[in-house]
């Protein structure tokens, strides 16, 4: 069992950056593809980023492509989520997520999941 905590949320104002940290207990990420997902109030929770478990290969959500940027640090078993020129529209609870093996975009295909960690963005 993999258990995910993320951390770094906050309240900042826009144009300005964060960085968010999701840890693994229990398991280490080697071998799992990981990704970063939001959900707004009202909203359904949205794909932001994701990782291959290789490290090799990134994709984002075209709203934050060139302004986030996702890695991970196998060392400390631990991936982040670099947020540059945040927006309001970025407000939303981010969490993380980790799958065995594969590298998706769709929620519904990993395995595990986060409490999340608010992100508010004011103008």
């Known amino acids: 069992q993999v258990q995910l905590v993320e951390s770094g949320g906050g309240l900042v104002q826009a144009g300005d950056s964060l960085a968010l940290s999701c840890g693994a207990s229990?398991?280490?990420?080697?071998?799992?593809?990981v990704g970063w997902f939001r959900q707004a109030p009202g909203k359904e929770r949205e794909f932001v980023a994701a990782l291959s478990w290789n490290g090799y290969s990134t994709r984002y959500v075209d709203s934050v492509q060139g302004r986030f940027t996702i890695s991970k640090n196998n060392a400390n078993d631990t991936v982040y989520l670099r947020m540059n020129s945040l927006k309001p529209e970025d407000t939303a609870v981010y969490y993380c997520a980790a799958v065995a093996g594969i590298f998706t975009t769709t929620p519904a295909r990993y395995t595990f999941w986060g409490q999340g960690t608010q992100v508010t963005v004011y103008s």
């Open positions: 229990g398991r280490t990420f080697d071998n799992y593809g």
